[in-house]
């Protein structure tokens, strides 16, 4: 079974600043796609950013970047330039490309100090 | 904006009620999913649909049933509602075309269970 790690239970920031969420995952599979999903306090899951395991490129956009290591089964993400609307529940997702369940890791709480 | 709307938003009941939870899509999407949230474990799936009629279980189905007899419609019970099925229900959809198969999730539905 595919397992979702994020090591880090809560993380603070200066505004302004960069800040790096962790995250690995287990699997046997090949062909996958990772996602991290932002949770502000209004409980709606929100898509920051995508990557599909057969691209070796990083995804970015715009603030938000990942750091994709296939090999090492980590799928870390990188928020430059921190705002304190970025504060937030942050959760790690894997899917199988052939699949139908994402796979949550238990979530990164972020706090952005002023 | 997933173009996914849930109702109840918030509900409270009583243990051995029946619940039914209604997630409403006007997009024609294939693929809906219900997933609850509890502290600690992130999202996780309960049932999905591919389908009209077509449902299928996830990680977490006991006590849970599902049905879709149209495609805009996907209705999640609980035949008889008990405590630990107090959380936080969502309703996710992935579009035709979505990139990487992703998955988006309507605003959420508070269910306690007293």
């Known amino acids: 079974a595919q397992t979702v790690t994020q090591s880090q239970p809560e993380m603070s920031v200066q505004e302004a600043e960069t800040v790096t969420l962790s995250c690995t995952y287990d699997?046997?599979?090949?062909?996958?796609?990772l996602f991290w999903y932002k949770q502000p306090p209004s409980r709606q899951m929100i898509l920051v950013i995508r990557q599909e395991a057969y691209k070796q490129q990083n995804a970015t956009e715009n603030r938000f970047s990942v750091n994709f290591q296939k090999a090492a089964k980590s799928f870390s993400l990188k928020i430059s330039d921190s705002q304190l609307g970025d504060a937030a529940m942050y959760f790690c997702a894997y899917r199988v490309s052939a699949g139908n369940m994402l796979t949550f890791g238990g979530g990164t709480r972020l706090m952005v100090k002023p | 904006d997933a173009g996914i709307t849930q109702s109840p938003r918030h509900k409270v009941t009583e243990t051995g009620t029946p619940v039914t939870l209604r997630c409403h899509q006007t997009?024609?999407?294939?693929?809906m999913y219900w997933y609850r949230q509890d502290p600690g474990h992130g999202l996780r799936l309960i049932h999905y649909?591919?389908?009209?009629?077509?449902?299928d279980k996830g990680e977490v189905s006991d006590g849970y049933s599902v049905s879709r007899s149209k495609t805009e419609d996907f209705l999640l019970t609980l035949e008889s509602a008990t405590s630990s099925q107090t959380s936080v229900y969502f309703c996710a959809i992935t579009p035709a075309r979505a990139s990487g198969n992703t998955i988006y999730f309507g605003e959420g539905s508070w269910l306690t269970v007293v």
């Open positions: 699997t046997s599979e090949s062909d996958y796609y």
């Open positions: 997009e024609n999407h294939r693929y």
């Open positions: 649909s591919y389908g009209v009629k077509d449902t």
